[in-house]
């Protein structure tokens, strides 16, 4: 992302208002008892106002079918009330969504949310990807991370996300650099560095690196505090170069340090995956002092965007 794109959409100050879309967390924990009440709030935040519109063509011209579908009078779309949104990915009933948003607001583990919910790992596990594909799209540079250069736009088909990120293979490795400013923190994919070009840094102008396990991150370089990736077994780990510096010396931000050890417990996170968490990161630490449950829910009720074009 350019430094004139951020001059001209800079960061806005930071929010001191807890609750968003009218609700608080002790309303959503009251909603999740019964899956019709659960039904109502999601169906409340989808269509803001009762307005209900084709999620295909934008129309509005509907007439309603059994089961609850709609079908637009226009493109002849039929459509249930939550297609083409975040929400309509992962199989759960409404109640669960409610549930799963509270716990992962308290940073519970997939594995932990499995047991509370009474669900499957993989069940589980693709709803919280779900739900981190749904903050990662709201991010300011959404469009870029959905490109090439990550691949993550090509499990977006048709308003579906059609699979998960797979923890294998020699996809692209990205880089991103961490850039903390006044309370606020934005990460970065640097378009054009490698993985190897970072080692080259490293071993060659000693720039500092520290590793844990696949995940690396440098000294501040240029105007990041920061770079970080997440590799995978290709990469040449054993030419990293030691370069001692003492801690006084270190100018880590305190978003790094935060970052780092929680990247460090999801314990070997993919290349494809880890934008997906880097992105939750930074969405936890910009809205932290805040509930993240409603804004979360209102993430998942948007509509999931239409990267086909992208990957055709």
Not at 67 to 83: E, I, P, S
Request: net charge positive; hydrophobic share 35%; with cysteine.
């Amino acid at each position: 992302m350019s430094a004139a794109w951020r001059r001209e959409h800079p960061l806005p100050a930071p929010c001191r208002m807890r609750y968003t879309c009218g609700m608080n967390p002790t309303e959503i924990v009251q909603a999740s008892s019964s899956e019709e009440a659960a039904r109502k709030l999601l169906l409340d935040i989808c269509w803001a106002g009762g307005r209900r519109f084709c999620p295909r063509c934008g129309g509005d011209r509907l007439y309603g079918l059994s089961g609850g579908r709609h079908r637009c009078a226009g493109c002849k779309y039929t459509f249930q009330d939550f297609a083409g949104r975040w929400i309509n990915n992962g199989g759960l009933p409404a109640d669960a969504w409610l549930r799963l948003v509270t716990l992962f607001a308290a940073e519970a583990t997939a594995h932990q949310m499995a047991g509370e919910l009474g669900l499957s790992y993989n069940a589980t596990y693709k709803a919280v990807t779900t739900l981190r594909f749904a903050i990662l799209a709201h991010a300011p540079d959404a469009r870029q991370l959905l490109g090439p250069e990550t691949g993550l736009g090509a499990y977006l088909k048709g308003r579906k996300l059609t699979g998960l990120p797979s923890s294998h293979g020699r996809g692209p490795v990205p880089v991103f650099g961490i850039l903390e400013r006044n309370g606020w923190v934005f990460i970065d994919l640097v378009s054009g560095l490698s993985a190897e070009t970072v080692f080259h840094f490293n071993h060659s102008f000693h720039l500092r690196i520290e590793r844990a396990g696949y995940l690396v991150h440098t000294a501040p370089y240029r105007q990041y505090d920061a770079l970080v990736l997440s590799g995978d077994d290709s990469l040449p780990y054993e030419y990293i170069r030691k370069v001692e510096t003492p801690p006084s010396q270190r100018r880590e931000g305190v978003f790094t340090r935060y970052a780092v050890e929680r990247i460090k417990a999801f314990k070997g996170v993919s290349p494809q995956r880890f934008p997906l968490y880097l992105k939750e990161l930074e969405f936890r630490y910009n809205h932290r002092g805040e509930a993240l449950e409603p804004l979360l829910l209102r993430y998942l009720c948007d509509m999931v965007p239409d990267m086909e074009f992208r990957h055709p």
